[in-house]
């Protein structure tokens, strides 16, 4: 592909070579981990004054799963690739990018994306952490789409991992019963058709606060020492949660209709909904919202899994097609909402 010469581009310079584009990109494969833990709503009673029904009706969690204090989102996330890799049928040294969506490995940087390349036996991808919370797998499935379209990558792996149970207070009423632990995954590469749809994404920064991590609030979760010698809390999810409620209810809701618009479809048209696993209320007020049919199946991996954040887009859909519940090469929306506020939605084809 060639371009015109900007004005100030000199007569004798060469004109960049750059890919062919562009060309279809599909999800070829899907894996999901969850580790062996499971932790009931009564033991959750045991931390906080609450009760298994309480939790039931007002968030639709029965059970989530939590990883052994030695098992790293690096663990997990090498988990959940293989079983996408072998899905999509390639090696891993096929793997030209790898994007991790995480808000949970403990250190800014360096990032957890090259550590997996290395677990996996890639041969040196470009590997890059994404921070976009419970958006973020959405997020990276847009660019991987990107990516292989524009023929900056042939396959990219896009893991959502999370281990929430390392940045949550046990003894906050507001959050302890939510968030679980695990992994999803997605190779995305070429395709002979269109297999990911236009993202409809975006923030709202107004809401930067209402999820956000803050020193412990009972403080019982120990001491992290800094470098200078003092002590600072161990940092913890808070939410305001029904804030967060209304504003995935009222707000953001629309964007499941501009992301079926976009693709050129109908509700009707879906062969399943797989939006983040936040609170089956919130997906039931979505359902409502887009009047999608009851014969189209809804992902709601959050009874047994809880919120897993950037792993609850692909957990749920490994979910859905182990168990049959949606068809292989089927149209499913997902749509990715959380801290930020961010959110990020899109039809896919289901490999
Ligand atoms: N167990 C029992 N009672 C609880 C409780 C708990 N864990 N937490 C709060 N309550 C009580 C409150 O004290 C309050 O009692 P009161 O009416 O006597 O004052 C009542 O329940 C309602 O509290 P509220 O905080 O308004 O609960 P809620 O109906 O908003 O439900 C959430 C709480 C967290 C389930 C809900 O706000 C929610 O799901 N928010 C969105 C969460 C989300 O999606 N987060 C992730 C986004 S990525």
Same mark, same amino acid.
């Given at each position: 592909m060639t371009t015109q010469s900007s004005p100030e581009t000199r007569a004798d310079q060469p004109v960049l070579t750059v890919p062919e584009g562009p060309r279809h990109a599909r999800i070829h494969g899907v894996g999901g981990y969850r580790p062996e833990r499971v932790v009931t709503n009564?033991?959750?009673?045991?931390?906080?004054?609450?009760?298994?029904?309480?939790?039931?009706?007002?968030? $639709?969690?029965?059970?989530?799963?939590? %990883?052994?204090?030695?098992?790293?989102?690096? #663990?997990m996330a090498e988990a %959940?690739?293989?079983?996408?890799?072998?899905? %999509? $049928?390639?090696? =891993?040294?096929?793997?030209?990018?790898?994007?991790?969506a995480t808000v949970t490995h403990p250190y800014q940087t360096p990032?957890?994306?090259? &550590?997996?390349?290395?677990?996996?036996?890639?041969? !040196? =991808?470009?590997?890059?952490?994404?921070?976009?919370?419970? %958006? $973020?797998?959405?997020?990276?499935?847009? &660019?991987?789409?990107?990516?292989?379209r524009a023929g900056s990558a042939e396959y990219v792996l896009v893991v959502g991992v999370e281990k929430l149970s390392d940045f949550t207070d046990k003894h906050d009423r507001g959050t302890a019963f939510i +968030? @679980?632990? !695990?992994? $999803?995954?997605?190779?995305?590469?070429?395709?002979? +058709?269109?297999?990911?749809? =236009?993202?409809?994404?975006?923030? #709202?920064?107004?809401?930067?606060?209402?999820?956000?991590?803050?020193?412990?609030?009972?403080?019982?979760?120990?001491?992290?020492?800094?470098?200078? @010698?003092?002590?600072?809390?161990?940092?913890?999810?808070a939410m305001q949660g029904q804030s967060v409620f209304r504003w995935a209810v009222y707000s953001i809701a629309p964007i499941v209709d501009k992301a079926l618009a976009a693709a050129g479809l109908t509700a009707a048209q879906l062969d399943a909904f797989i939006p983040h696993q936040a609170n089956m209320r919130i997906t039931d007020a979505m359902i409502k919202h887009i009047g999608l049919p009851e014969n189209v199946p809804v992902a709601r991996d959050i009874a047994e899994t809880g919120n897993t954040s950037a792993a609850s887009v692909p957990l749920a859909t490994a979910r859905m097609l182990n168990e049959g519940e949606a068809p292989h090469g089927g149209l499913a929306l997902q749509f990715g909402f959380g801290a930020g506020l961010v959110y990020a939605a899109q039809v896919v084809v289901l490999p």
């Open positions: 009564e033991e959750v009673c045991t931390w906080i004054d609450s009760s298994d029904e309480w939790i039931t009706q007002r968030s $639709g969690i029965k059970e989530r799963r939590f %990883a052994r204090e030695d098992e790293t989102v690096i #663990d %959940a690739a293989r079983d996408a890799i072998a899905m %999509a $049928g390639i090696t =891993p040294d096929q793997i030209s990018v790898i994007l991790m990032a957890a994306a090259p &550590l997996l390349a290395i677990r996996l036996g890639t041969n !040196g =991808p470009a590997a890059f952490d994404i921070s976009a919370a419970c %958006a $973020g797998y959405c997020y990276g499935i847009s &660019l991987a789409n990107d990516m292989v +968030f @679980g632990d !695990g992994a $999803g995954a997605a190779v995305v590469g070429p395709s002979d +058709f269109p297999g990911i749809g =236009p993202t409809i994404w975006g923030s #709202d920064g107004d809401n930067w606060d209402k999820i956000m991590q803050k020193e412990s609030w009972t403080g019982l979760r120990g001491d992290m020492t800094d470098p200078a @010698g003092g002590a600072v809390e161990w940092p913890n999810f």
